[in-house]
């Protein structure tokens, strides 16, 4: 899907450059991971967020696949507390789709 693999870019590249939208969910009144403190990396089948956060919050990536028939299957990175790296890979025979999130508990 994307001809600049592989780099690492900030949410505002990653988005313009992938088409992307990266957003945020967050419970209210919680402690959340902001996409402002990630940088992005990806391939043509995966999506990794590497993620800053001083308050230890409770978060994952999830990234929607496309299927050759053009719909989406959303698939989650590994569960964080605090500052890490999660990555989600779409299945075989999928690539990446149409957004992705960075989910807060």
């Known amino acids: 899907m994307s001809t600049a693999r592989h ?3 900030g949410i505002l590249a990653a988005a313009l450059a992938t088409g992307f ?3 945020v969910a967050a419970p209210a009144a919680n402690a959340t ?3 402002n403190n990630c940088t992005f990396s990806f391939g043509p ?10 308050d230890n919050s409770a978060w994952y990536l999830r990234i929607a696949c496309e299927d050759a028939r053009g ?3 959303m698939v989650n990175g590994q ?4 500052s890490g790296i999660s990555i ?3 299945p ?3 690539t990446l789709g149409n957004g992705a999130t960075i989910v807060n508990l």
């Open 45 to 54: 089948t995966r999506l990794a967020a590497d993620c800053y956060d001083n």
């Open 88 to 90: 989600a890979q779409c």
């Open 79 to 82: 569960l964080r507390n605090g």
């Open 21 to 23: 939208a990266i957003t």
């Open 33 to 35: 991971v902001s996409v």
């Open 7 to 9: 780099l690492r870019l």
């Open 92 to 94: 075989v025979n999928t």
């Open 71 to 73: 719909h989406d299957h």
